[in-house]
């Protein structure tokens, strides 16, 4: 079992950046593929990033393609969601999953361990 615990969120401004941390529980951090995902109030989850165990592979939404950047340290068992430019349209909780599968996805469904989830709240 994979303990998930995000962190970095929190109230900036239209433009500003933030960049999300999560770590992982297990050594085995490194055999996972990971994604993060955002939930605005009212609507439901959508992708937002995913990276290959090796980092090699990214794959990005189309919404945050350009102002976000996700990234991996195997040594720290963490991944990082670095968001740039960012528009009060990116307010959600974010949470990062870990998905044991081969290769990465864009779809939820695919992912077996969550985090809690962290808030960032974009003000114009």
């Known amino acids: 079992q994979v303990q998930l615990v995000e962190s970095g969120g929190g109230l900036v401004q239209a433009g500003d950046f933030l960049r999300l941390s999560c770590v992982a529980s297990?050594?085995?951090?490194?055999?996972?593929?990971m994604g993060w995902f955002r939930q605005a109030a009212g609507k439901e989850r959508e992708f937002v990033a995913a990276i290959y165990w090796m980092g090699t592979v990214t794959n990005y939404a189309d919404s945050v393609k350009g102002r976000f950047t996700i990234s991996r340290d195997n040594a720290k068992n963490t991944v990082y969601l670095q968001m740039n430019s960012l528009k009060p349209e990116d307010t959600a909780v974010y949470y990062c999953?870990?998905?044991?599968?081969?290769?990465?996805?864009?779809?939820?469904?695919?992912?077996?361990?969550w985090g809690q989830g962290t808030q960032v709240t974009v003000s114009s």
């Open positions: 297990e050594d085995t951090f490194s055999n996972y593929n």
């Open positions: 999953a870990a998905r044991k599968g081969l290769g990465i996805s864009r779809h939820q469904e695919e992912y077996d361990y």
